[in-house]
């Protein structure tokens, strides 16, 4: 299986981490400090996935990290308490999605550009939002409620288990899930066979938008704060955890577990980093290293099991 | 999923997307706000005098700093009357940003206040500036040739890091420990301004008998300042103490600190924003200090460019003219000393 060169690695780099740090690298609240951090990055990479799977590409995630995270914390939102705030992270992440989707699917613009607009558009009034300050959380319950345990595991953790699990269910088990793949493999081929390509792909990008909704409802739980600067490259990480992760850049084929274990891979890497006191610029290397080393070692095992395909 | 699931699905999400809107609507009203730090002024330079136009160009107010700058700015051109102020757009575009310049150059302001997004970009325009006459005051990031700027006025990265030393220095000798674990949360490692304070942070702890312990850089930002900060408490399982180099991603900082549970060492902040000092006066956390890189450098700024129009010198100094640069001191304030500084404190 390919994903077992990738969970190889994920144990290779916890097995330095120990051999480092064997005081403090396995430790209980090491690892859940790890999750917690993976847990932003790793929800929004459940939404680009989808968006890879389905043949495109999304770089408008941070932007809509960062708007959907200042529109929550901003003063009036917030007066209205946690169930608000949620509520407006989770509508303005999928609003923002399904404006893509409308933009790419029926408004016939290429993915690469829809979304670069987005990216640029929402950010501008993301900052124009927050008076390019960092809003800072005042109402306790929602700290409370999302930076808090349930049953001993922190909550981000959970939501990320259940993004995740809603995530791969969607994907695995769905006629919704079997379609991304077929639009994404033959977007004729899939209108052919009775797909409503138009309207699938402007779904997907509204499960990816909504995404980065929830993502910001951790981000500013973890930050206690909403900010313009939020979500910052979430993009290319996002991007490069799926693509280690086995996800196919040209659509039609890829999995959920691929990218989950490609965003731990990275958060491993950095906090390998930071235990070990090494400096940061040579983890910039070896995150581009890992992605070039996962890539070559996904091609040469897909390369053993079937024709090589020319594309 | 059938058909009708698909269409429930369908609908679903429009009525989600409307309410969208609707909720918008709700959500766009500013923060508490820091007064304006501006110099109230006295003795004979602050009567009005021969009117002056001061042409202003800044970097996009992306940072809660950043931002403090231009809105100091303006804050003390409007205490004069005999100011009229002229500022661009703010831009992290150097090429739009020398666009600028040339406009105000063209428009035949009297006084140039710049503030470089990148100062080797901006010193030819700043010479083009001083060339046809109208004195330059080059702010903070400073231009390759002093031929480019009548007067610099800006902040000591250095001692900043030296200042934040010292101060944790001192307070681990009066606790007595010995072998104290001194953490860094830095800024952009790539910056010449985060290299120097590491540097007198460095400089200053060896003075001392320290080290830097643990050390990582973020990026400026309350999310990078959260997750650089999470990993390094768990790295260390004990802390004496922490400096962070800047109090916008301070913010993130102390989310992880607290997330953690952890209090056991004491906290230094760098830049003085409102939200820090807050802290400090209350004294109940980890935030003991914050070393300043006032934006009030800002409001001087204006308040030089004014009197460089008008050919007056700074009173009590015996010089007759400007001094060609002034260098603002990074103070460290205290829980004994914040009263006083609370005026400069700005918005993160």
Avoid at chain 2, 4 to 32: H, I, Q
Wanted: glycine residues 12%.
């Amino acid at each position: 299986m390919r994903l077992a060169g990738l969970v190889g690695v994920l144990v290779v780099l916890c097995l330095v981490g120990w051999a480092t740090r064997p005081d403090s690298f396995l430790t209980e609240a090491n690892i859940s400090t790890m999750l917690r951090l993976a847990a932003a990055i790793g929800v929004v990479s459940v939404g680009m996935t989808f968006v890879i799977i389905s043949g495109g590409i999304d770089l408008s995630v941070g932007s809509i990290v960062a708007l959907s995270s200042v529109w929550m914390t901003t003063v009036a939102t917030q007066s209205y308490g946690p169930a608000v705030m949620v509520l407006c992270a989770l509508l303005v992440g999928l609003g923002c999605g399904l404006v893509n989707g409308v933009l790419i699917s029926y408004g016939r613009i290429v993915p690469f550009i829809a979304t670069l607009a987005l990216y640029a558009s929402a950010k501008g009034l993301a900052e124009r939002l927050s008076g390019r300050r960092t809003q800072v959380v005042t109402e306790t319950g929602f700290t409370t409620a999302f930076r808090g345990d349930l049953l001993g595991v922190p909550v981000l953790i959970w939501l990320l288990a259940a993004v995740f699990a809603v995530g791969w269910v969607v994907l695995n088990r769905t006629t919704f899930g079997r379609r991304t793949f077929a639009v994404g493999g033959n977007a004729e081929a899939a209108r052919l066979a009775g797909i409503n390509v138009k309207r699938h792909t402007a779904l997907v990008y509204g499960i990816a938008g909504l995404c980065c909704g929830i993502a910001a409802l951790m981000v500013v739980a973890r930050t206690t704060s909403g900010a313009s600067t939020n979500g910052m490259f979430y993009e290319l990480d996002a991007i490069a955890a799926v693509v280690i992760g086995g996800t196919l850049l040209t659509g039609g084929r890829g999995s959920l577990i691929g990218t989950l274990v490609g965003v731990l891979i990275f958060t491993v890497v950095g906090n390998i980093f930071t235990q070990n006191n090494l400096d940061t610029d040579i983890q910039n290397i070896a995150k581009g290293v890992i992605i070039v080393a996962a890539v070559l070692l996904q091609r040469t095992t897909a390369a053993r099991r079937r024709v090589p395909r020319t594309t | 999923m059938s058909s009708l699931d698909r269409r429930r699905f369908l609908w679903g999400t429009t009525a989600v997307g409307t309410a969208a809107l609707l909720a918008g609507c709700t959500s766009n009203e500013p923060a508490s706000s820091a007064p304006d730090a501006v110099a109230a002024g006295s003795g004979q330079n602050s009567q009005p005098g021969k009117a002056v136009t001061i042409g202003f160009s800044a970097p996009a107010a992306d940072h809660g700093w950043m931002a403090a700058m231009t809105k100091n700015a303006r804050a003390q051109a409007e205490r004069f009357t005999d100011v009229t102020f002229k500022a661009t757009e703010g831009t992290n575009d150097v090429n739009q940003q020398i666009a600028q310049v040339e406009t105000l150059i063209n428009d035949k302001v009297d006084v140039l206040v710049v503030l470089p997004f990148d100062g080797k970009a901006l010193t030819e325009v700043g010479r083009q500036a001083m060339d046809a006459g109208i004195p330059v005051i080059n702010v903070d990031r400073v231009f390759d040739t002093p031929l480019a700027y009548r007067t610099w006025i800006g902040g000591d990265n250095y001692r900043m890091g030296v200042n934040a030393g010292e101060f944790i220095a001192a307070q681990m000798k009066a606790k007595g420990v010995a072998n104290p674990v001194i953490a860094e949360v830095a800024g952009i490692d790539s910056l010449p301004l985060t290299q120097e304070r590491s540097q007198g942070f460095k400089d200053a702890l060896a003075r001392g008998g320290f080290q830097v312990g643990p050390r990582v850089s973020a990026q400026f930002t309350s999310e990078s300042g959260e997750q650089q900060t999470a990993n390094l408490l768990q790295s260390a399982s004990r802390l004496d103490a922490l400096w962070n180099h800047d109090d916008d991603q301070g913010i993130g900082v102390l989310a992880a600190i607290e997330g953690a549970g952890r209090g056991e060492f004491v906290m230094v902040g760098g830049a003085g924003s409102r939200n820090m000092m807050d802290r400090i006066k209350a004294d109940s956390g980890v935030v003991k200090a914050t070393v300043l890189y006032s934006p009030s450098m800002a409001s001087s700024a204006i308040a030089l460019a004014r009197l460089l129009g008008q050919a007056k010198g700074i009173g009590d100094l015996a010089e007759h003219d400007i001094p060609a640069s002034i260098t603002t001191y990074s103070a460290v304030v205290t829980k004994e000393n914040v009263d006083q500084y609370l005026d400069v404190g700005f918005d993160s």
